[in-house]
């Protein structure tokens, strides 16, 4: 999977070497670029934001300087040939180690995916994106999904980091002061796929860690990056027997500390018993944390059992609850 990140804060994204997602990046399951979106800049200030229209208060982001970044990555992507198109990308991990110290300053295009060789030196002002118009054809595999953090987009959940982990190009476009000058989105809208997106409710300072955020959701889903392939699976939200239900508490040795003992269950190797027990604590603590998640549970997906916790829990699922 290839990742374009473009932020005006390209050190912000340290955090990818380390970790699963750093190993994912040494082993080529992912491939990170971060570029300097000032990099697209023609004036000496380097000035990426001007005042609203309409007045009020704080800046937005200029759409040129955006149009010729996310062209040039576009450009660049298909020159290296389409992640969709073709073998897995061992690309070359993004400027700078922050090991030695040196921030990832990114130059825009840092190196072919095909052939490994960075490209260093200044944007790339070529080709820009044809423009076709956008059907989902196999030029679209030849496009990025394009996401944009802001808080006023749709939630990101388990559901779309999964969706987003099988996608072959994504393109984050962090914004920072107001945001980015809407028709950014309505441009690339109108060819490829672009997905605002929220990680909550409430307003960070810029997108870059709520890039952080999806990178590291979507990351972990991707083949061979967490140690055991069926964690995943039994993740809070996680599609499935999880969908709307967080996961209940979790143990390990010694079987007693500081007097706390884990329940007894979990220690009888009976793995039918363990199996209804953590469903109990999941709908327990779902019904405790998460009402609004638990009443939109799947009365379908329910067992005897789970109805019979519920109605201890005074807890009913379906339409009734959600209108209260
Ligand atoms: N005035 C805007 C907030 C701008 S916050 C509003 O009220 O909607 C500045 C930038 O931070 C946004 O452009 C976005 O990139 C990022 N951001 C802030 N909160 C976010 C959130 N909850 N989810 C995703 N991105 C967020």
């Known amino acids: 999977m290839r990742l374009d990140i473009v932020s005006i804060f390209p050190e912000y994204f340290s955090p990818l070497d380390v970790s699963l997602i750093g190993k994912a990046r040494e082993r080529g399951t992912l491939d990170v670029r971060v570029h300097q979106l000032r990099d697209w800049t023609h004036d000496v200030h380097k000035t990426v934001d001007d005042t609203p229209y309409g007045g009020g208060p704080g800046m937005v982001m200029k759409p040129e300087v955006w149009g010729e970044a996310i062209d040039a990555i576009i450009a660049d992507g298909r020159a290296a040939g389409s992640p969709a198109a073709d073998s897995p990308i061992t690309g070359s991990p993004i400027t700078g180690s922050p090991a030695t110290g040196s921030p990832i300053t990114g130059s825009p295009i840092t190196g072919s995916p095909a052939t490994g060789s960075p490209i260093t030196g200044s944007p790339i002002t070529g080709s820009p994106a044809t423009g076709s118009p956008f059907a989902g054809g196999p030029e679209a595999s030849a496009t990025p ?12 959940t388990q559901e779309i980091a999964q969706e987003l982990a099988a996608e072959p190009w994504l393109l984050f476009a962090c914004g920072r002061y107001e945001g980015i000058d809407s028709r950014v989105m309505r441009e690339y809208g109108a060819r490829m796929r672009v997905d605002e997106l929220s990680i909550g409710d409430y307003v960070l300072a810029g997108g870059e860690v709520a890039v952080l955020v999806m990178v ?4 972990r889903l991707l083949p061979g990056v967490l140690g055991n392939v069926h964690s995943a699976v039994d993740d809070s939200f996680a599609p499935g027997a999880m969908r709307n239900l967080l996961e209940g508490p ?6 007693v500390w500081r007097g706390h003992e884990v329940p007894e269950v979990l220690l009888s190797g009976h793995h039918g018993k363990i199996a209804r027990w953590r469903r109990d604590e999941a709908l327990r603590r779902t019904v405790a944390n998460r009402p609004e998640l638990a009443a939109a549970i799947d009365p379908e997906t329910l067992d005897k059992h789970d109805r019979k916790l519920l109605d201890e829990l005074a807890f009913r699922v379906g339409p009734e609850d959600m209108a209260n």
Not at 216 to 219: N, R, T
């Open 145 to 156: 999904r394009i996401i944009v953090p802001t808080p006023s987009g749709r939630p990101f």
């Open 216 to 219: 590291e959701a979507i990351g």
């Open 250 to 255: 979790v143990y390990t040795k010694p079987p």
